[in-house]
């Protein structure tokens, strides 16, 4: 028990420690760099004299290092005396998945100011400069981070902090309203407000289109529209899918992109599909959009949807947002599962009329208020007899199989989606369920969806197929 007590004792040490560099660190930082970057690193031991934290991936690890010689000051002005600080990634970190990496001391970062920041980093301003044309509500503090999202928004982020330094270009896609043109608003706003000095530009494809269009056969507004795109730092266009059969758009674009990327500036594309799904696009602008960082945005899951309305609603206090009890959040996130605007868009309907009838915003309420938007048929509590016919149908096994005795794996993955699918999309208990599957015990239920729901982290084509089932649920209830 001695051991036990002492290694208890150091690992306690060593995280209070921590827990101070971070309170000195905090104020000096950005809140969306402190919340990605450092919140989920975590102290796992003492070498000598050198503090080992851990990072849950090399992508984060990678971004930690920046922090080195800012870690190193805070650490010692804690200790009292000079400490070393290395990064490794390590499972134990918040959210982490194993992956090795070798222990290694980290060199210095040059730092860029007095104040100790890495190049690129600047303690966050007081205020947004004035004239700046980005969304306020569109930053990374009000994006809602998740599974389906973390490695667009820590991408989006990097590239904030490091204009054409980090990944460039940064291509992010995926389906309509799930947060792209928001992180694009993000970096917009992160550099307007950290890099003063930068010109940066958001622009849809469609309005490059016409602003070209515009200016062709005049070789006055030809040389403003080059002008308007080509001294960019920072380039921010949304859409780029629009430039899809469109050869003189696309001759143009392929020039400014070329001009902006040789001369070291930031370009962030945003579209709905990945480059090599864009039809009609030259191969030309295929390469480059792919020669940089390539990330998607998937549908958010249930938890993430009910977080996002808690947010919207909290957002919301004139219309009664702060009132909205999960029950109702739960209630539009089950039925909206592709798009946050569209989710976003389902409760403020509520809110607003429930404000306007002095209503209390209820069930019944959103259920009236809705009913347009999710048919009667479409309101149904989803049933267990419905995930169990959808995921039979998905992997081609009979509903006998599916609850019977057999435990081949063939059966058994299903059974477990099945069985997942039962806790995420309806109201059951763990026991409610289990009857359904054979009369299995509860236990047998929670451990299923614990697997998979691990499985789904650490695999894209498990999570995926999850979706794909859920939405052909959703579309039969």
């Not at 101070?20 to 000598?48: H, K, Y």
């Not at 010692?76 to 990496?101: C, K, M, N, Y």
Request: hydrophobic share 40%; net charge negative; proline share 6%.
């Amino acid at each position: 028990m001695g051991d036990v007590d002492a290694v208890e004792s150091v690992a306690s040490e060593v995280a209070g420690i921590w827990a101070r560099v971070l309170e000195i660190m905090r104020p000096n930082l950005n809140a969306a760099s402190f919340s990605t970057w450092f919140a989920q690193a975590v102290p796992l031991r003492v070498d000598g004299d050198t503090l080992v934290i851990g990072a849950p991936n090399q992508f984060t690890r990678d971004w930690l290092v920046k922090y080195t010689d800012r870690t190193r000051e805070a650490l010692a002005e804690v200790l009292g005396r000079a400490a070393g600080v290395i990064f490794v990634v390590d499972p134990q970190a918040s959210g982490g998945v194993p992956e090795p990496a070798p222990v290694i001391e980290v060199a210095p970062v040059p730092a860029s100011s007095s104040s100790g920041e890495p190049e690129g980093v600047r303690p966050e301003p007081p205020a947004r400069p004035a004239g700046s044309t980005f969304d306020p509500a569109q930053t990374f503090e009000t994006f809602v981070m998740g599974d389906s999202n973390q490695f667009a928004y820590s991408a989006a982020l990097a590239v904030a902090e490091r204009p054409g330094r980090a990944y460039n270009p940064l291509f992010i896609y995926g389906g309509v309203g799930l947060g792209k043109t928001h992180l694009l608003q993000a970096i917009g706003s992160y550099v307007a407000d950290h890099f003063p000095h930068m010109r940066v530009r958001y622009v849809t494809a469609e309005q490059f289109m016409n602003e070209f269009i515009g200016s062709i056969g005049d070789k006055q507004r030809i040389d403003g529209f080059r002008q308007r795109y080509r001294t960019n730092d920072v380039i921010l266009v949304d859409d780029i899918q629009v430039l899809s059969k469109k050869e003189g758009t696309q001759d143009a674009f392929f020039h400014t992109f070329n001009t902006l990327h040789q001369a070291g500036r930031q370009i962030v594309l945003a579209s709905d599909r990945p480059p090599g799904e864009i039809p009609m696009l030259e191969e030309r602008l295929r390469s480059r959009f792919s020669s940089g960082l390539v990330v998607d945005i998937q549908p958010p899951d249930l938890e993430m949807r009910i977080a996002i309305l808690r947010r919207t609603a909290a957002g919301d206090d004139e219309h009664g947002g702060k009132d909205v009890s999960d029950d109702v959040l739960a209630f539009i996130a089950e039925r909206v599962s592709s798009s946050i605007r569209e989710l976003n868009s389902a409760l403020l309907r509520v809110l607003f009329y429930g404000s306007l009838s002095h209503k209390a915003i209820d069930i019944a309420l959103a259920q009236q208020v809705l009913r347009d938007s999710f048919p009667e048929h479409s309101a149904r509590p989803i049933s267990v007899a419905t995930i169990q016919s959808e995921v039979c149908r998905h992997y081609g096994v009979s509903r006998t199989e599916l609850v019977g005795a057999k435990r081949t794996q063939s059966i058994v993955y299903p059974r477990q989606i099945a069985m997942y699918l039962a806790r995420e999309l309806t109201d059951h208990s763990l026991p409610r369920i289990g009857s359904e599957f054979g009369n299995r015990d509860h236990t047998t239920v929670l451990h299923a969806v614990t697997k998979i729901q691990k499985l789904m982290s650490e695999h894209r084509d498990v999570y995926d197929q999850i979706q794909t089932i859920s939405s052909a649920i959703r579309q039969k209830s």
